[in-house]
């Protein structure tokens, strides 16, 4: 059962336009989100996160967007550099500091020159 | 910063022979530190959590005696995957938590190790 989804495998977008890379969650315990940032053979690095008392966490160009009637959260970035080729992970957690993250399949995001 | 490495990167075996991996936090103390493994095109799933000086705590479906973890110190961490198998072929991620929970945020992941059992 996979709690946490990214449907959409892969991502392709212009050079200074905006990516918007999706994700899904169905277990309502979750209370607190992050995205990682993952570049071929390195690990995943943290980008930004948000809790659930939040419907928006903005740095930078990176913004999370949390809409818990939906169970969907979002990551914007804008505006789209090459350097944001990489594959994409939302991760959940039943509470802020609990650790045990459940991740999503991740998305591959590439931006076009 | 805050680095956390793996060895090896990479690892073929034959079935039936036991495989170790490293995860070692470089630059900071690591009082917890988790095993992941990734199928292809799949999330990351966490096998363990494991507390220095302490037996890991394992997920439901993860076989303690098959994936033994070691956590002897604080920059160090080992997974052993014992008699493996071609279904065990995947990709094995360490990360390593400063602060032993107060912070989610705070978990640094190694670049992972890619174990083909043939």
């Known amino acids: 059962d996979q709690q946490v989804k990214q449907n959409s495998p892969s991502l392709s977008v212009q050079e200074g336009r905006i990516s918007i890379l999706n994700c899904d969650y169905t277990?309502?315990?979750?209370?607190?989100f992050l995205w990682y940032k993952k570049y071929p053979a390195e690990g995943p690095t943290f980008l930004i996160s948000?809790?659930?008392?939040?419907d928006k966490n903005e740095d930078g160009r990176f913004t999370v967007f949390l809409n818990k009637s939906a169970k969907h959260l979002s990551l914007h970035i804008v505006p789209s550099q090459p350097g944001d080729s990489a594959v994409y992970f939302c991760?959940?957690?039943?509470?802020?500091?609990?650790?045990?993250?459940?991740f999503g399949q991740g998305t591959r995001l590439t931006i076009n020159p | 910063g805050a680095v956390v490495s793996q060895h090896p990167s990479r690892v073929i075996c034959k079935s039936g022979t036991s495989v170790k991996i490293e995860c070692r936090s470089l630059d900071f103390q690591a009082t917890t530190m988790f095993w992941y493994r990734q199928f292809p095109k799949q999330s990351l799933m966490l096998m363990a959590t494991s507390n220095e000086g302490s037996k890991a705590t394992y997920e439901q479906g993860v076989e303690k005696d098959k994936f033994l973890i070691n956590h002897a110190s604080l920059t160090l961490s080992t997974l052993t995957v014992t008699s493996a198998h071609p279904e065990d072929s995947s990709f094995y991620i360490c990360?390593?938590?400063?602060?032993?929970?107060?912070?989610?945020?705070?978990?640094?992941f190694g670049p992972g190790t890619r174990l083909t059992v043939l």
């Open positions: 948000i809790s659930s008392i939040k």
């Open positions: 991760a959940a957690s039943p509470i802020q500091g609990a650790q045990k993250l459940v």
């Open positions: 990360s390593a938590s400063k602060t032993g929970g107060i912070n989610t945020d705070t978990q640094y």
């Open positions: 277990n309502s315990m979750f209370d607190y």
